[in-house]
């Protein structure tokens, strides 16, 4: 009896270790996963009004998202007009940071200026 309690016990403590780990990984509206060096999709399509959801996939990689891109491989720190404001937003391993909402329609452009190409365009009809 003894032995099946604690087989029991070991179970659910399985169980809620692994919900607590996956549980990043659909938080939010419109989610946008990010692995170690780059965000998984490079382009978001919603619409006006609406937030995203950043996704850091990765438990030992941070993330430090901000207006802008990278061109021909410079950081360029821009903000189009209309896209909320984002500077510097950290987003730790295995968490996640919501941005928005985007009021204005258009195209927006969010890096990360830590890793190297990583690019995020966000299209808001």
């Given at each position: 009896m003894l032995k099946k309690l604690f087989a029991m016990l070991g179970l659910s403590y399985i169980s809620i270790v692994l919900l607590v780990a996956c549980g990043s990984s659909s938080?939010?509206?419109n989610p946008i996963h990010?692995?170690?060096t780059n965000f998984v999709q490079s382009?978001?399509?919603i619409k006006k009004?609406?937030?995203i959801?950043?996704?850091n996939d990765n438990l030992f990689v941070w993330h430090t998202i901000a207006n802008g891109t990278w061109k021909n491989g410079a950081a360029n720190p821009t903000r189009e007009v209309g896209v909320p404001k984002i500077n510097d937003v950290k987003i730790g391993?295995?968490?996640s940071a919501m941005i928005g909402p985007f009021t204005n329609t258009g195209t927006f452009r969010l890096y990360c200026p830590i890793h190297t190409g990583m690019n995020?365009?966000?299209i808001v009809e």
């Open positions: 938080n939010g509206p990010m692995n170690a382009s978001i399509t009004g609406q937030n959801t950043l996704i391993g295995n968490s995020l365009t966000v």
